[in-house]
């Protein structure tokens, strides 16, 4: 089971970290995986990044919880997750 804490940021140097970056070939079943070679993969860039401090200034903060359901997958809302996260 694979979960994702997102929450509001506070300042951090964006030059001394790079961006999330999603490879949807991760929710494909292993031996489907090959097939898809890294020129054609559908790669999900996202404008956020991991380990960040919290912005503690701003809150308090409500909790989300969030399932994509069946046959989804987590980055299927990444716009979703980014406004919420914000």
């Not at 996202?46 to 912005?55: A, G, I, Q």
Request: aromatic content about 14%; overall charge negative.
């Amino acid at each position: 089971l694979t979960v994702e804490v997102w929450y509001p940021a506070g300042r951090f140097a964006e030059s001394e970290r790079r961006p999330a970056f999603y490879d949807v070939r991760e929710y494909l079943p292993e031996e489907e995986r090959d097939r898809i070679s890294d020129a054609d993969a559908p790669f999900q860039p996202c404008d956020c990044y991991r380990d960040v401090p919290l912005d503690p200034r701003h809150g308090p903060y409500p909790v989300v919880v969030f399932l994509h359901g069946q046959g989804a997958f987590r980055t299927q809302s990444l716009p979703q997750m980014l406004h919420w996260a914000s």
